[in-house]
């Protein structure tokens, strides 16, 4: 089973940065995506980016397009999220998954990393 763990998450002021990582306990498994969710207190889990792991296709939610960057390292395993511009409603606990195929549902979920953005 492979298992995939969040780190990078933290205290940040508004308008500030942090880079997510996502590595997965296995080198060899396939997968078509991966993607980022959060969740915020009181809310229930949204998706914020996704990346297609061979051809690196991406895409975003709105509320953070333009200020946040998904990418991965194929060498390393591992998938990044950079966010830049952060704002208080960020804050939330981000989780990554991946995806078998176009259609399959996400699974494998992490633990999820807490960031939180002071205003």
């Known amino acids: 089973q492979v298992q995939l763990v969040e780190s990078g998450g933290g205290l940040v002021q508004a308008g500030g940065s942090l880079r997510l990582s996502c590595v997965a306990s296995t080198r060899t498994f396939s997968r078509y995506a991966m993607g980022w969710f959060r969740q915020a207190p009181g809310k229930e889990r949204e998706f914020v980016a996704f990346?297609?792991?061979?051809?690196?296709?991406?895409g975003y939610a709105d509320s953070v397009k333009g200020r946040f960057t998904i990418s991965r390292d194929i060498a390393k395993n591992t998938m990044y999220l950079q966010m830049n511009s952060l704002k208080p409603e960020d804050t939330a606990i981000y989780f990554c998954?991946?995806?078998?195929?176009?259609?399959?549902?996400?699974?494998?979920w992490g633990q999820g990393t807490q960031v939180t953005v002071s205003s």
């Open positions: 998954a991946k995806k078998m195929t176009l259609s399959a549902p996400y699974d494998n």
């Open positions: 990346i297609t792991w061979n051809a690196g296709i991406t």
